[in-house]
């Protein structure tokens, strides 16, 4: 089972090489999916290894639908990414190597 923290119960430790943020949860570099919200609707998940951001991402619209989707690998997009309208209509699709947009 993988672990789920809401975002405000984890520690800023600085960060990493690429310029994202490095998370701590009690006391430990985090691994598992952090969890934003706001008024207490999911705007967000995000998943992390060892503290580091890496593996899906996703973003909410307020009304609970996905808006985006998409993966992270050492700072950088990778494989598919894809965004959806309000009533959950797919509008964009793109595909990431290492960074670089190649569809």
Known sequence: MTLR????DLEN???DSGGD???YYNGSPFTGIIEEYINGVLVGESE???????GGQRDYYPNGQLAEEYYI???KLE???KRWDESGS??????????????
Do not use: A, E, P
């Open 90 to 103: 797919l509008i964009s699709q793109s595909t990431y190597l290492q960074g670089n947009k190649i569809s």
């Open 5 to 8: 923290v809401n975002f405000d």
């Open 13 to 15: 430790k600085g960060t």
């Open 73 to 75: 690998h050492f700072n």
């Open 48 to 54: 992390f290894t060892d503290g580091h951001r890496g």
């Open 79 to 81: 494989g598919s990414y």
């Open 21 to 23: 943020i490095i998370y």
